[in-house]
């Protein structure tokens, strides 16, 4: 396992060396976990790009650095203590000439490239202390950078040969990678919200509206590239406010739709959620969180939007909400969404947040060519007689038809309404249809994803997690485990509704439940004791706007 760290200011391509070196990582058969860190500023600003690297899976973020690639003098000095003691320290040789540390490399990038070059030989320099194929990198740097494509490439090409034939006559011993098996390549660099645009469009989305809103916007950019191929129509609105009320309108009207936003833009599309179970229209929405309230951290990490999901929107309504893990869990719960939403004719949440948004793995490549898109569940339109959108029916859901589809009327109402659409004040009316809506609970619950179990069959301890903290939980009960500890954790990637018959025995039977999540007060074990009457004994919560590590997980286990 290697942990390399780039930092530097915004402007100084940081992010192209991180991008590169990770896709080289990924093309020479590594698993990779990134994690991103920057400022809520165009240019300046400290940022960092971090990436673990290993021959065999990894989910997680760690703390430590193997390989510090500083692109300022300010970067040696925020994070020259996290470097082991074998690691190595590469910066500009005019920015910090005299260091007297050991682990120091200056590399005299004024006699190696021009200054805009210089985070380009920095990468060879780096790549070429790991190891790495000269060629790997090379094409690895072409296909990010659009070779020739881009007039800048036969500098940047120079530039890359430059830093890494300086960087080979000056390798430090330990600092390459090992040896990874033939059969590990094959996959591809994704991370969770492109992965969700991808589930997206492989489950037939058809319109997706937003207002920009980081961290949610890359989820909309990836469908954006992908858009005129895919037959999507996109449309960046006004505001929040618009945009679901658009999606909204769209998904009526029979195109399957989708709006990805982040925690303020979410309030205020509270009241385009209830216009969507009011009219019973299917919808997806995806939500980014970061720390709050208000703008809070807008560039950082948190898992503290549970609550506000599960009671979003006035009145009561069925939802199902859910919250991926990993990347091959982004790609599958969008799929699912749509699903869940076509066939609960309604409102879908998909939660995702800034560490799984910005973190690339490497993947297989998803079968998309395989999956059937989620076609609209949409009936035969009556031969005769009046359509009725909201009859009766045993499972809450009603007959959908779209605008268009045959002679009917199709009649959707924001108010309370009868069986054919038009409003009504007839309170005996208006509670059969508030009793239908809540029966489609059921057809939301025979969809259920259930929780993942992992680790010891019967448990001393299990850490109880959701959404991005899995990968850290996961691998903290593996550190538990090697400590002769018995541990498991229990990870749910769906949160709402919770059905306790798949966990709750195990849950009984444990010696200790301790809540671990990206928020100060537990959200999930408060639902969890609300719902089930299960009570965690404590909670790990990190709300510093950093991901949860398994070594931040272990302190906190251990300060108890």
Request: glycine share 10%; net charge negative.
């Amino acid at each position: 396992m290697k942990r390399i760290l780039i930092a530097g200011e915004a402007g100084q391509g940081l992010v192209t060396v991180g991008q590169i070196l990770s896709l080289s990582l990924v093309r020479d058969g590594r698993h990779i976990v990134v994690t991103q860190g920057y400022m809520s500023r165009i240019r300046g600003g400290h940022n960092t790009y971090a990436i673990r690297a290993a021959a065999g899976p990894v989910a997680a973020p760690v703390e430590g650095v193997d390989l510090l690639v500083a692109l300022t003098s300010e970067s040696v000095e925020l994070h020259r203590d996290e470097v082991d003691d074998d690691g190595l320290i590469l910066g500009d040789v005019a920015a910090a000439p005299a260091m007297d540390d050991d682990r120091w490399l200056g590399i005299p990038f004024a006699e190696l490239v021009p200054a805009r070059q210089m985070n380009i030989a920095a990468l060879g320099v780096a790549a070429a202390q790991l190891g790495l194929d000269r060629e790997l990198v090379e094409r690895a740097a072409a296909d990010y950078l659009g070779g020739k494509k881009n007039p800048e490439w036969d500098a940047g090409r120079e530039a890359l040969d430059e830093g890494f034939t300086w960087g080979e006559f000056r390798r430090r011993p330990g600092l390459g990678l090992s040896a990874v098996p033939a059969a590990a390549a094959g996959r591809v660099m994704l991370n969770g919200n492109e992965a969700i645009a991808l589930g997206a469009l492989s489950a037939g989305l058809k319109f997706l509206s937003f207002y920009p809103m980081t961290p949610a916007t890359s989820v909309c950019l990836k469908v954006i590239a992908h858009a005129d191929e895919m037959g999507v129509i996109t449309e960046q609105a006004e505001d929040e406010i618009a945009a679901v009320n658009m999606a909204v309108g769209a998904s009526y009207a029979g195109a399957p739709a989708m709006v990805a936003t982040s925690g303020g833009g979410f309030v205020l599309m509270e009241e385009g959620v209830s216009l969507a179970a009011m009219t019973e229209t299917p919808l997806v929405l995806v939500l980014a969180q970061r720390p709050g309230p208000a703008t809070g951290l807008p560039t950082r990490t948190a898992q503290g939007d549970l609550d506000l999901v599960v009671c979003a929107g006035h009145g009561e309504f069925p939802r199902a909400v859910f919250a991926p893990g990993t990347v091959e869990e982004c790609f599958e719960l969008a799929r699912r969404a749509f699903a869940v939403a076509e066939a609960s004719q309604g409102p879908v949440f998909l939660f995702t947040d800034q560490f799984l948004a910005d973190s690339y793995r490497a993947v297989g490549p998803f079968p998309a060519a395989e999956l059937p898109p989620v076609a609209p569940l949409l009936a035969d339109p009556p031969a005769a007689g009046m359509y009725r959108r909201y009859a009766d029916s045993e499972t809450g859901v009603s007959p959908r038809l779209v605008p268009g589809q045959g002679e009917a009327l199709v009649v959707a109402d924001s108010d309370e309404h009868t069986a054919d659409g038009h409003l009504t004040e007839d309170l005996a009316a208006a509670a059969a249809m508030a009793a239908r809506r809540r029966d489609k609970i059921g057809v939301i619950r025979g969809l259920m994803v259930p929780p993942t179990w992992y680790g010891a069959a019967a448990p001393e301890t299990v850490l109880v997690c959701w959404g991005s903290a899995c990968g850290a939980v996961f691998e903290t009960v593996d550190r538990l485990q090697a400590r002769g500890r018995a541990a498991a954790a229990l990870h749910f990637s769906q949160v709402w509704p919770l059905d306790p018959a798949p966990f709750a025995d195990r849950l009984a039977a444990a010696g200790e439940i301790i809540s671990v999540e990206g928020n100060a007060g537990g959200q999930l074990a408060g639902l969890l004791r609300r719902e089930t009457g299960i009570t965690a004994a404590r909670h790990v919560g990190r709300v510093d706007g950093l991901p949860l590590t398994p070594e931040y997980i272990l302190r906190k286990l251990a300060a108890a």
